[in-house]
């Protein structure tokens, strides 16, 4: 299957700090979702982006998928996106849900 | 709009009871089904997974089974649990290829 490298494993932001997490698979994909879990458990979807770029506010997410990588940018961090970010890429023609998950960043902000 | 419901929310359970964990999805029809867990500090590792009403695949061996028997209900089961059962479950739904998969709420199982 393929294997998901995500880095860094931890990040410490000040807020309004902005950074940079990323995720690198090492096959060719047909599909990616970015997740956010919160401290809950609950994994809220960020975006699906098997390639280009997409904006949702203060996110943004790039998949390069010729070069197996995806970054996901968080500008002017606040404490709310302190959690756990997994990206989940799949291969082949299946649904989402069959992905792989990488191990995930996690992310505090501190006040 | 699709919403996915997953009970109960956390379970601590003894070693050697049996299990059961359901899932529902509602507003949509035929969709894809999945159960996966996730260990402490880890990502998710798909267990099962359900493409209609008794189709039930494994991605990998353990002492957990699925059923789906409605189709859009799915369920998380065992016999008899294993201290090394614990962990977080959470069910998920998608469409068809190459759509989101978007997850419920989990469920908090501890084995003792």
């Known amino acids: 299957g393929i294997q998901v490298e995500q880095s860094p494993p931890d990040l410490i932001l000040q807020e309004g700090a902005n950074s940079t997490l990323r995720c690198n698979f090492s096959?060719?994909?047909?599909?990616l979702q970015w997740f956010h879990q919160n401290p809950w458990g609950q994994l809220i979807n960020l975006f699906y982006i098997p390639s280009g770029t997409k904006q949702n506010g203060r996110l943004s997410a790039t998949t390069v998928a010729t070069e197996r990588y995806s970054l996901l940018y968080i500008s002017s961090s606040q404490t709310t996106d302190s959690g756990v970010y997994f990206c989940a890429p799949l291969k082949g023609n299946t649904n989402a849900g069959k992905s792989t998950f990488g191990d995930g960043t996690t992310l505090t902000v501190k006040p | 709009s699709q919403t996915i419901h997953q009970w109960p929310a956390t379970l601590v359970q003894p070693v050697g009871s049996p299990l059961s964990l359901e899932c529902t999805v509602e507003g949509t029809s035929n969709p894809n089904l999945y159960w996966y867990r996730q260990a402490a500090g880890r990502g998710l590792q798909l267990l099962f997974y359900s493409v209609g009403i008794g189709q039930i695949s494994s991605e990998v061996p353990q002492n957990l089974s699925a059923s789906r028997p409605q189709d859009r209900q799915f369920i998380l089961s065992s016999k008899k649990l294993l201290l090394s059962d614990s962990g977080f479950y959470l069910c998920a739904w998608g469409g068809q290829a190459n759509t989101e998969a978007f997850f419920g709420q989990g469920t908090r199982l501890t084995v003792v």
């Open positions: 096959d060719s994909v047909n599909n």
